[in-house]
C-alpha cells in the first residue's frame, strides 16, 4: 500500500513537472507569434534601415574630413587649419540647427493639403519632439523615421561646407558661422522642402532631383558665387599665383568624397535594391568619365595632364550625375560624365574672365556642374530606370520643369545668400583685416599654425596707405622722407633700446628681417618649404631661390619664406 502511495506520488511530480515546460512552450511560442505579428504590422525594414544608416555614415565621411581635407590641401599653409575648423565647425552648427528647427521646416510630415507649406515646412517636428522612433516617414516607409533625419542631416551638413571655399583666406570666423547658420535655415531648408516634400512645390510640380543636384550643388555654388563678390578679392589676386600648399591633402579628401558619394548617390533610394545598385553604377561611370574628359582637355590646352584636372574631373562627374543617377541608364552617366567634365573645367576658368574671386571653385564645380546635370535629366531620363523620359525619348515637358526648378533653385539662392551677407557685414563686418589676411588666418584667427616652427617666423604689418600718407606729409615739413625714417626706425631697432646701449649690452646690431640679403633654397626633400602667401612670379616659386622683395614685402604683395626646419627656423 505504501508503495502504490509513493508511486502515485512520484507520478503526481512528474507531470506537474510536465505541465510547467508545457506552459513555459507555450508562453515562448506567443511570444513569438506576437512579435511575427508585430513584424508584419511594421513596414520597416532591417536590410532597407541597415544600408540607409550606413550611406548617412558615408556623406558625414565627405564632410569631416573629406571636404575638410580637399580644400585645405588647396589653401596656403597660413590658411590650413582655418580651412578645417571651418567644414568642421559648420558640420556642429548645422547638426544643432537641424535638431531645433531644420528638420522640421524641410520634411515636418504631411499634414493634409496645405498651400502655405509650399517652400516652408510646419513646425510638428521643433526639436524633433513629435518624432516617433519606432515609425517611419512618408518619404521612406521602410526605414524609422530617426534613420531618415540623419541621413537628411549628412546633406545639411556638407551644402554650407561646399561654400566655404569660395571665400577661403579672408572671411571672419565668427561671421562664417553666423551667416552658414542662417543660409541653412533660410535658403538650403525652403530649398529642400519645395524640392523633396509632398507638400512642396516643386515637387508637386514635377521636378525631379534624385539626390540633390539642384537642393545641395546648384544653391552652394550660386551661393559660393554671391558670397565670393560681396566678400571680395584675396590680397594681391590676379597678381600672384596662390599655390595649393600640399596636393597630397587634397587628394586624400577627394578620395574620400568619391567614396562617401556612394551613400549620396545610391543612399537616397533609401532602400537596398536595385534602384541603389543602379544609382551607384551610374554614379561611377559619370566620374570616371568625366576625370578623363577634364585630363585630356588639360592635355589639349597646356601639353600636360594635370592631377588638379583629374581630381576635379572626378569631382565634377559625381556632382552632374547627382541629380539623375536614379533616373538615367549608364549610357546617360557616360554622356553626363562626359559633358560634365567639359562643363566644369570651363566652368572653373569663368573667374578669369569676369574677374572674380572664387578661391577653391565651388562656383566653377558645384554651381555649373549642378546646373549642367539638371538640364542632361531633362534630356537623357528613361522610363525604364526612375519611371519617366526625358526629352530626347519623347517627353519634352520633363526638361521644361526641371528648367523651373533649376531657375528657382538659382533666383532664390542669390537672393537669400546677398540678403544674409549684407546682414552680416552691416553687423559683425565679413571679412578681416588685411595684416590678419597676410599673415594667415590659422595664426590670426584661431592662435594656431600649421607647424610650430611657423610661430618663430616675424610677422610684418601691412601699411595703411591712408597713414602712410599723412605721415609722409609730417616727414615733408620735418624735412625727413619716408625712405630715410625707414632706415632710421630699422637702424634705431638694430642697436636695442636706449637703456641697453648705456649699459653696453647689444653690442652686436639685431639681425634685420627686411630680408635685404636674405635668400633661401630648397635643395632636399628633407627640407620643408613655408609659403606664406606666393611669389610674385612662377618662375622663383619653381626654381625654390626667393629674393628679398619677394620673400617679404611691405606692400602685402607677397610674403614667402622657404626655409628649413631645422636650422634656417631656429636662426630666425
Not at 525619348?393 to 546677398?418: C, D, E, H, R
Request: hydrophobic residues 45%; charged residues 15%.
Amino acid at each position: 500500500m505504501n508503495g502504490c502511495e509513493s508511486d502515485i506520488s512520484e507520478l503526481l511530480v512528474r507531470v506537474e513537472a510536465l505541465s510547467e515546460q508545457v506552459s513555459a512552450h507555450i508562453s515562448q511560442y506567443s511570444s513569438l507569434s506576437r512579435s511575427l505579428e508585430a513584424s508584419l504590422d511594421s513596414p520597416t525594414s532591417s536590410g532597407d534601415t541597415a544600408w540607409v544608416l550606413i550611406s548617412a555614415t558615408l556623406v558625414l565621411l565627405m564632410t569631416t574630413p573629406g571636404i575638410m581635407l580637399y580644400y585645405a590641401g588647396l589653401v596656403r599653409l597660413q590658411n590650413v587649419l582655418s580651412t578645417a575648423m571651418q567644414g568642421f565647425s559648420v558640420a556642429c552648427v548645422v547638426t544643432l540647427l537641424w535638431m531645433c528647427f531644420g528638420y522640421s521646416i524641410a520634411f515636418s510630415p504631411v499634414q493634409g493639403s496645405d498651400s502655405s507649406a509650399w517652400v516652408f515646412g510646419g513646425t510638428s517636428r521643433f526639436w524633433l519632439l513629435g518624432m516617433e522612433f519606432d515609425g517611419a516617414h512618408q518619404l521612406a516607409p521602410t526605414i524609422p523615421e530617426p534613420a531618415f533625419c540623419i541621413f537628411q542631416l549628412a546633406f545639411a551638413a556638407i551644402t554650407p561646407a561646399l561654400i566655404c571655399g569660395a571665400f577661403a583666406d579672408r572671411m571672419k570666423f565668427i561671421s562664417m558661422l553666423t551667416s552658414m547658420g542662417m543660409w541653412h535655415l533660410l535658403v538650403y531648408c525652403p530649398i529642400a522642402h519645395s524640392h523633396w516634400h509632398p507638400d512642396g512645390f516643386l515637387y508637386k510640380l514635377g521636378v525631379l532631383d534624385f539626390a540633390g543636384g539642384n537642393v545641395v550643388h546648384v544653391s552652394a555654388g550660386f551661393s559660393a558665387l554671391v558670397s565670393a563678390v560681396l566678400i571680395g578679392k584675396r590680397t594681391g589676386f590676379g597678381k600672384h599665383n596662390f599655390h595649393p600648399h600640399n596636393l597630397l591633402v587634397s587628394i586624400t579628401g577627394a578620395c574620400y568624397l568619391w567614396c562617401g558619394w556612394y551613400g549620396f548617390n545610391a543612399g537616397s533610394a533609401f532602400a537596398a535594391d536595385s534602384l541603389a545598385g543602379a544609382a551607384m553604377l551610374n554614379t561611377i561611370i559619370a566620374s570616371s568619365m568625366a576625370s578623363l574628359s577634364w585630363m585630356t582637355l588639360d592635355l589639349f590646352l597646356t601639353g600636360r595632364p594635370s592631377i588638379i584636372g583629374i581630381m576635379n574631373g572626378s569631382l565634377a562627374g559625381l556632382v552632374v550625375i547627382t541629380p539623375g543617377a536614379g533616373f538615367m541608364n549608364p549610357t546617360g552617366s557616360f554622356i553626363s560624365g562626359a559633358i560634365g567634365g567639359l562643363a566644369c573645367a570651363g566652368g572653373v576658368r569663368i573667374k578669369d574672365y569676369f574677374n572674380f574671386d572664387d578661391a577653391l571653385d565651388a562656383f566653377g564645380i558645384h554651381g555649373i556642374g549642378g546646373s549642367v546635370g539638371g538640364v542632361l535629366l531633362g534630356l537623357l531620363a528613361r522610363e525604364s530606370t526612375g519611371g519617366q523620359n526625358g526629352a530626347f525619348y519623347g517627353n519634352p515637358k520633363l526638361l521644361q520643369y526641371q528648367l523651373i526648378g533649376l531657375l528657382f533653385t538659382i533666383g532664390y539662392s542669390v537672393v537669400g545668400t546677398a540678403v544674409i551677407m549684407i546682414l552680416v557685414d552691416s553687423t559683425l563686418g565679413l571679412r578681416v583685416s588685411a595684416t590678419k589676411e597676410l599673415h594667415g588666418l590659422d595664426r590670426s584667427e584661431h592662435g594656431s599654425t600649421m607647424y610650430s616652427q611657423m610661430n618663430n617666423v616675424p610677422q610684418r604689418k601691412v601699411k595703411d596707405k591712408r597713414k602712410d600718407r599723412r605721415r609722409e606729409r609730417l616727414a615733408f615739413f620735418r624735412g625727413q622722407t619716408m625712405e630715410n625714417r625707414e632706415v632710421e626706425d630699422i637702424t634705431s631697432s638694430n642697436r636695442g633700446s636706449p637703456s641697453e646701449q648705456l649699459a653696453g649690452k647689444n653690442s652686436e646690431p639685431k639681425p634685420s628681417y627686411s630680408l635685404s640679403k636674405m635668400q633661401a633654397k630648397v635643395e632636399s626633400p628633407s627640407e620643408v618649404e613655408l609659403v606664406f602667401a606666393t611669389p610674385s612670379t612662377p618662375s622663383s616659386f619653381e626654381s625654390g631661390v626667393l629674393d628679398s622683395d619677394e620673400a617679404l614685402n611691405v606692400d602685402g604683395k607677397a610674403q614667402e619664406v622657404a626655409l628649413d626646419t631645422t636650422d634656417q627656423i631656429s636662426q630666425i
